[in-house]
């Protein structure tokens, strides 16, 4: 029996010490985990950035034990947000491991982060390390930086969004977009699929406001961050509106072609007056002179200037001429005040002067606008009349002298001046017909014609034929015979009466001097006289000299100064006709 009770007693003592034993080891494990090392990347985080916490844990150089680590564990208290990493394997002593370990943040400002390291050693007692991890979180959503342009009541008022990204990672699913104006939004969204980290982009947006002064427009941003996290920012932008103002103003320029090769003038253009620049001067309006060293084109510039306080934009121009079907033009703009844009309208086909309209429709911010602009235009085209005339008829024999006059803009070249025939009028010899040839603008030539008359007749016509960008032009005037003994009666104002060519004067002192039957021999020895005359080849080469120098020779003398005039120049032949007998 007390062999029994001494052996109970015996055991009951070592299952004491046993399990006091196994306390003591639980307690202090043999294995002794550190953590080395915690870097934080980057080291200033954003919010919804992904930052990494790289963690280095180490297994003590005095372990005699090796360590088997089973879970690290990053704990946000702000967030409530735990990241993990588990079965890292095992640490002999002296070894280390580095886990890290990833983590986003949707609020900002500063916080301290849980790291816990649990670990077992080789008895299976667990080892648990703890270390707080201070970071500060900052806000970084996009930068946005807006730009207005000026703002008009009821027009498009351009608004320009620039996004950058002032992350390390990429921004995604970025839209811009008009929260609210006090108007309309005419683009009122605009969206960036991918922002990339420090890149920026620009996007444009428009409202229209609907009324002047101060407002503001409000922008909303909504982006997804790189962790997947969804946010929005709200921008407020500043307008001052101003008030619509539809002013625009057509205008109608020539478009000339310069000329370099300036011609030297010859001692009877200088002394004439030079009429010869007059033939430079191209077509136009009557509002604009041409330049005399520049040759029409028939080209001109529509130009559109906004005056007004709105962009101008799908403008048409519609040209309306009484004679010609034009086409109409586009500027497709926008033109924005203060500006001007050109299109070219060709009147090269247009021969007849009369008004010319131009209508243009536009777009001026939301509305409709239009503006019109008339012009009486003269085409760069001859337009020959006869003037100064005199009508004579001798016992049926019928004599017309004048003038044919330019009072056109352009050139009249192959001009013929006959006397029609009919029943009671025949053109006859030596003058059937005169040829002038060339015309230029604001000149005349002289001309005389002959023929017969029937008793019946009551008028005769003159036909004047030329030339025009190789259009033939005909006019026709009908002129009165003298009735009884009435002759008529040289026109003085066929010498006096505007400016004349070289030959065009002798011509004229030709005629006249023929009516002074006194000096009609000498006018044949000189070869002054008119057509008709015994002096037609004289007039006729003096005409051509006239023709080719273009000169103008102002006599504002009376008929009684034709006979000096015309004896100054037969003294001038003889000299120059003695000249070579001299040489002989």
Do not use: C, W
Request: without cysteine; charged residues 20%; negative net charge.
């Amino acid at each position: 029996m007390r062999r029994r009770g001494h052996t109970r007693i015996t055991l009951l003592v070592a299952v004491m010490l046993l399990v006091s034993a196994v306390g003591a080891v639980a307690a202090v494990p043999d294995a002794r985990l550190t953590v080395s090392d915690v870097t934080v990347v980057p080291a200033t985080p954003v919010v919804g950035e992904q930052v990494t916490v790289s963690v280095s844990v180490a297994n003590s150089v005095g372990s005699p034990d090796a360590a088997r680590i089973d879970e690290l564990e990053l704990t946000d208290p702000v967030e409530d947000r735990t990241t993990r990493a588990q079965r890292l394997g095992g640490l002999s002593p002296g070894d280390s491991v580095t886990v890290p370990l990833a983590m986003t943040f949707e609020t900002a400002g500063p916080r301290t982060l849980t790291l816990t390291v649990t670990g077992t050693d080789q008895d299976g007692d667990r080892v648990r390390v703890e270390r707080p991890v201070p970071i500060a979180v900052e806000d970084a959503p996009p930068l946005i930086d807006v730009q207005v342009g000026d703002a008009v009541v009821d027009a498009e008022t351009p608004v320009a969004v620039s996004l950058s990204n002032p992350t390390t990672a990429d921004m995604r699913n970025i839209v811009v977009s008009v929260a609210s104006v006090e108007g309309s939004a005419a683009v009122e969204r605009a969206s960036v699929a991918t922002l990339p980290a420090g890149a920026t982009e620009i996007r444009n947006l428009t409202v229209v406001p609907a009324a002047t002064g101060e407002t503001t427009a409000e922008l909303r941003v909504n982006y997804t961050t790189a962790a997947g996290t969804e946010r929005t920012r709200l921008v407020s932008v500043p307008l001052q509106v101003a008030e619509f103002d539809d002013d625009v103003q057509l205008t109608l320029r020539p478009i000339r072609e310069d000329d370099d090769a300036a011609a030297a003038p010859d001692i009877t253009s200088l002394l004439a007056g030079g009429a010869g620049g007059a033939g430079a001067l191209g077509g136009g309006v009557t509002d604009g002179a041409g330049d005399d060293s520049t040759a029409p084109t028939g080209l001109f510039e529509v130009v559109v200037t906004n005056f007004g306080s709105a962009p101008v934009s799908d403008v048409v121009i519609e040209p309306t001429s009484a004679a010609e079907s034009l086409p109409r033009l586009s500027i497709p703009g926008p033109i924005a005040p203060g500006e001007s844009a050109t299109a070219t309208l060709d009147l090269s086909e247009v021969r007849q002067s009369g008004a010319l309209t131009l209508t243009a429709s536009y777009r001026v911010g939301t509305q409709l606008g239009g503006a019109t602009k008339t012009i009486e235009y003269r085409p760069a085209v001859a337009d020959l009349v006869v003037t100064d005339l005199d009508v004579r008829v001798d016992d049926g024999e019928l004599r017309v002298l004048g003038n044919v006059a330019n009072q056109g803009r352009g050139d009249a070249v192959g001009v013929v001046v006959k006397l029609a025939d009919s029943e009671t009028v025949q053109a006859t010899y030596p003058q059937r017909d005169y040829f002038v040839g060339r015309v230029a603008p604001s000149d005349f030539a002289p001309f005389e014609l002959t023929g017969s008359v029937g008793g019946e007749a009551t008028n005769v016509t003159v036909v004047v034929r030329y030339t025009v960008d190789g259009v033939v032009v005909v006019r026709e005037t009908v002129l009165d015979l003298p009735s009884g003994d009435q002759s008529g009666g040289f026109a003085v104002g066929g010498l006096v009466g505007g400016n004349v060519g070289s030959a065009g004067a002798v011509g004229a002192v030709g005629s006249a001097e023929k009516l002074d039957e006194e000096s009609s021999s000498e006018s044949k020895a000189t070869g002054l006289g008119g057509p008709g005359t015994d002096g037609d080849a004289g007039t006729k080469a003096g005409f051509e000299r006239s023709v080719t120098a273009k000169s103008v020779l102002a006599i504002v003398l009376v008929t009684a100064l034709v006979l000096p005039v015309a004896a100054a120049v037969q003294l001038r032949r003889r000299e120059a006709s003695s000249e070579p007998v001299e040489s002989r």
